[in-house]
């Protein structure tokens, strides 16, 4: 498992995911919460061979230090669901001198709102609100992935796969009164 400090989006992999949101449930009290801010996936971006350029730069008030970073390269596994940018840094004085340069990947796997759902409902949380920003807006397409989910208080491991169900009366019933509905 990755280290505790990496966001999801850092997760690369859905057994990394699966197991650091296990780990969280682990941690949170019985009535506890989790806050996931993610972005929402759009086809547009994903797909297009030649993504708008994305630069971006800032100064440091107490030195004027100008920093600036741009994506150099842009590689994508769809199957993986996996998008990797080469990002150049650069730091430069208040003359425009260059001080320092350096090259970073970044890596993220997108994740999108179905499959979150799906993932907390696996790892034993109750969806309780999806936004698309921090102003309580609807989900939207395209938008900011602001996912609130509780810890499942009523759980049982289900024997194969390790993987956890919330209990229902009904389904239970049903199951074992032999009812295939």
Request: charged share 30%.
């Amino acid at each position: 498992m990755r280290p505790a400090h990496r966001r999801l989006p850092h997760l690369l992999t859905v057994d990394e995911q699966r197991a650091t949101l296990t780990g969280v449930r682990r941690h949170l009290r019985p009535d506890g919460r989790l806050a996931l801010h993610l972005f929402d996936p759009r086809f547009d971006l994903l797909a297009d061979a030649n993504p708008p350029a994305i630069r971006q730069s800032g100064i440091d008030p107490a030195t004027q230090r100008r920093y600036a970073g741009e994506i150099l390269h842009t590689g994508r596994d769809y199957l993986n669901q996996v998008r990797r940018d080469l990002w150049r840094y650069a730091e430069t004085d208040v003359n425009g001198a260059l001080l320092e340069e350096a090259t970073r990947e970044m890596t993220l796997r997108w994740t999108y709102r179905w499959e979150l759902r799906h993932l907390l409902e696996l790892c034993g949380f109750v969806v309780e609100a999806e936004y698309s920003d921090f102003r309580d807006a609807p989900p939207a397409y395209g938008k900011e992935l602001v996912v609130v989910a509780r810890r499942e208080t009523n759980l049982r491991k289900r024997a194969s796969g390790g993987h956890f169900r919330a209990q229902s009366a009904p389904c239970e019933a049903a199951l074992t009164a032999g009812c295939d509905k």
